[in-house]
Structure formats: structure tokens, C-alpha cells
């Protein structure tokens, strides 16, 4: 997976150079010079040839390959569209909705959700709730896909920190999956390693948050791996992306627009480069998240506290990344 991967990334450097696919640094960008994007597209094509395969193998449900299968595919063709062609807002957001009701319909909804102590019912409210979530998750990796090797890094440390929790639990088949996640990652990330040489684009980060998703629901639903430990594991990005949009929100800003204010934005507007904040990142979900996700997986009493002061302690390092820099850009003007 790797290697196909990482050929594919090539191939797909190539394409992108010849048709012209490239993202101009703009006001709102954190890159200087013109780079070709759509590498995703290698990342796409790996991780649903590596579901097919499993799923035929019947290494993986029928159900959960399906799942990935069908909705990843569309989120990636949406996803290159866009890169090619920018889509609209309204039309992504509805492709986003179908991709992740078709997760639904075979994952057969998501009527609880366990939080350690306890378990919510929602019954029939789970699936709005869950769609809503799916379609996030989508979205807010693509706009935590900002800097060099950044998202690509992420998507490796959560989907090995998962495997590893789900090989433990016996759910081999989720467990090979998000391994597939991983290496289909890695060999993209060598052509996206700071300075980049090419940009992950719409269709990758647009499948790897919906691939999360679905992977964290069908883990849930196993009783292998709780949703909120997967949501640990991908704490870096959803807090970061979650508080932004929610100060945006509260400040009446246009927040559907591209801007530069999440606090990886922030720190590379500081100076920090990004390969420095990519290590930090990656060290941060090795030496803290993991460990974290395996305690709340271990101590499933724990489960919602453990999330909870993850929560907490992210919007204290948010918070203050933000007013350091906000108030260097007060002193600046």
C-alpha cells in the first residue's frame, strides 16, 4: 500500500503539472510559491483499492466495505472535481450529506453512543447527529490541510494509534483498514514532506476525514474501539478546527470563507516553519494522545473524562496560541 501509494503520488505529480492543477499563494494561503495539488488523489485510489481487497477477502464486512467504498469514492470524486473545477459550496455540502447517509444505511445507523460510565440512546435523532458529524469531520480536514506534510502526518499517527487499539480489541478487519489508512498516507506524505511537492487537494483530505468517520462508527458499533477514543486520537485537528469555527461563528464572520486564523495558521505566520509544527504534531499524538486513548480504551469508565480534559487542555493551548499571536499582530500594526 505504501508503495502503490507513493507511485501513484508520483504519477499524479505529473498529471497535475500538465494540466495546469496549481495553487497559487494567495492572502489567505500559508505558502509562498505555486505547488501542484490533488496528490490526495494517490491516497484515495490506495486506501478503496486496499477495502475492496480486504472486503473480497472477507477480511471486512460487507457492511463496513461497503460503507467505505461507496461513500469514500464520492467524497474523492467530489473532492477532485473541486480540484480541478471549483464546485460550489451548496453542491460539496450535498455530496458531503449523501456520502455519509450512504455510511449510515449500511452501517445500520447510529442509534447510541458510548461514553464509558454510560451510553446515550438517541434512536432515530443519532442519525442527523451522526451525518452532521460525518460531514464535519470531512470538512474540517480539509481546512486543517493548510501547511507542508501536516495532514498526512495526522492521518498516520491516528490511523496507527487505532490499529493498534483494534488489533488488541480482535477487530482485525477495522484494525488491517486503518492500517491501510496509514501506509496510503505515508506514501503520499513522502511527496508532501516539507517543502511539499505536491498538495493533498479536496480529494484527499475530503477522504481521509470521511474514512475517520466511518471507521470510528463501525469500531463503535463493534464494541472494539469507542468513537470518543478515536475522537482523541483526532484531537489536534478537531479541536483546532471546532474552536475556530466557533470564534469565527460567535464574531460574526464570514465563516464559510478561507481564512489564516487556526492556530497552526497562527503559529506559521509566527515564524515557525512547517516542518517544525508537523514534528510538534506528530509528537504531541505519539507521547500524548496515544497514550491517552489507550488509557480510555483500557479504563472505559474513564472514557468521557479522559475526553473531556483532552478537550479542556486543547482549548487552553488554542486559546493562548491565539492571543499570543493576535496581540503580536496588535503590536505589529
Known sequence: MFVLSALLARLTLRHTLR???????????????????GGGLAIAITFLAAILSLGMAGLLSAEIASALLGGGALVAFAGWRDDR???????????????????????EGM??????????SWQWAGVAITALGIVWLINLYNFMDGIDGLAGAQAICAAVGGAI????????????????????????????WPPARIFMGDVGSGLLGFSFAVLALASEKAGALP?????????????????????????????????????????????????????????????VLWPLAWLAWLRPQWLLWIFLAVAGLAWLLWASIQRKFTEADEIQK
Open 85 to 107: 473545477h471549483t464546485l460550489s459550496i451548496s453542491l460539496r455540502f450535498a455530496v458531503h450529506f449523501a456520502a455519509a447517509l450512504w455510511a449510515l444505511f449500511w452501517l
Open 19 to 37: 494540466n495546469g492543477m496549481i495553487d497559487m499563494p494567495n492572502q489567505r494561503s500559508s505558502h509562498t510559491i505555486p505547488t501542484p495539488r
Open 165 to 192: 487499539l483494534l488489533w488488541i480489541s480482535g477487530a482485525y478487519g477495522l484494525a488491517l483498514s486503518s492500517l491501510a489508512l496509514a501506509a496510503a498516507a505515508a506514501g503520499f506524505l513522502i511527496w508532501n
Open 111 to 120: 442509534n447510541s453512543l458510548q461514553l464509558g460510565f454510560t451510553t446515550i
Open 227 to 287: 468513537v470518543l477514543a478515536w475522537l482523541i486520537l483526532l484531537a489536534v485537528f478537531i479541536m483546532d478546527a471546532s474552536f475556530t469555527l466557533l470564534r469565527r461563528i460567535l464574531n460574526n464572520e464570514a465563516w464559510l470563507q478561507a481564512h489564516r486564523t487556526h492556530a497552526y495558521q497562527r503559529a506559521v505566520q509566527a515564524g515557525a516553519s512547517h516542518l517544525r509544527i508537523t514534528m510538534y504534531v506528530a509528537g504531541l499524538n505519539i507521547m
